[in-house]
């Protein structure tokens, strides 16, 4: 069964109060398997827009990938982001097919 990725692009216009969205959201991703495989760091754009943040986030299947984002808990966490953040959000599938080589 295929990994489930969460791809954001963020840019926060209020650090301070985006620090609540921060913590609210760490009880859906512990409860929904979730690990940062990016989380901000440098980055170069090589085509195309950025925002200023980037992050991954790998869940153990793309099911709960969807469910995490469909949940109470993160809906809950998700409104103590919005208004601080613009943010460019897509849930994706895994691939676990053959690979170059």
């Known amino acids: 069964m295929p990994k489930g ?3 954001g692009r963020v840019d ?3 650090p301070d109060a ?4 921060v913590k609210a959201n760490a009880v859906p991703f512990a409860k929904f398997g979730a690990r940062f495989l ?3 760091g ?3 754009v090589a085509e195309g827009e950025a ?4 992050v991954v986030i ?7 990938a969807l469910a995490c984002w469909d949940s109470p808990e993160y809906q809950a966490a998700k409104a103590e982001r919005d208004g601080h953040a613009v943010a460019d959000i897509i849930i994706i599938e895994g691939y676990e097919g053959p690979q170059p080589g």
């Open 5 to 7: 990725y969460w791809i």
């Open 12 to 14: 926060v216009s209020n």
């Open 18 to 21: 985006y620090q609540n969205y």
């Open 38 to 40: 990016v989380r901000g």
């Open 42 to 44: 440098g980055y170069r």
């Open 51 to 54: 925002r200023a943040r980037n």
């Open 58 to 64: 790998e869940f153990p299947t793309f099911e709960a």
